[in-house]
């Protein structure tokens, strides 16, 4: 069974940083790509960076610059350096990992909330 354990999240005032992590454990074999979305409240869930297993990376229009996302192969960890937060990072930050089956797993989410 699959788990990815996210952990990071918390209060921080605007301009101040965070760095999440997601550990995947587990029999998931083949990792083409681990990424971060994220869903503020009323809205849908988007995509914010996602990291593929050639490292290549991809980033939303409003976190680049201030975001970086990293993987450690060898640990199955997924990290996102989150630098000059803003109040509209306020989202839950969900992990997700996808084989090369292109089977996705999810994280639980991990809450960041930005205060003004």
């Known amino acids: 069974q699959v788990q990815l354990v996210e952990s990071g999240g918390g209060l921080v005032q605007a301009g101040g940083s965070l760095k999440l992590s997601c550990a995947a454990s587990?029999?998931?074999?083949?990792?083409?790509?681990m990424g971060w979305y994220r869903q503020a409240p009323g809205k849908q869930r988007e995509l914010v960076a996602v990291i593929f297993s050639s490292g290549s990376t991809t980033y939303v229009d409003s976190v680049k610059g201030r975001f970086t996302i990293s993987r450690d192969n060898a640990k199955k960890t997924v990290y996102l350096q989150m630098n000059t937060l803003k109040p509209e990072d306020t989202a839950v930050y969900y992990c997700?990992?996808?084989?090369?089956?292109?089977?996705?797993?999810w994280g639980q989410g991990t809450q960041v909330t930005v205060s003004s």
């Open positions: 587990g029999s998931i074999f083949g990792i083409i790509s």
């Open positions: 997700r990992v996808t084989n090369s089956l292109g089977s996705p797993y």
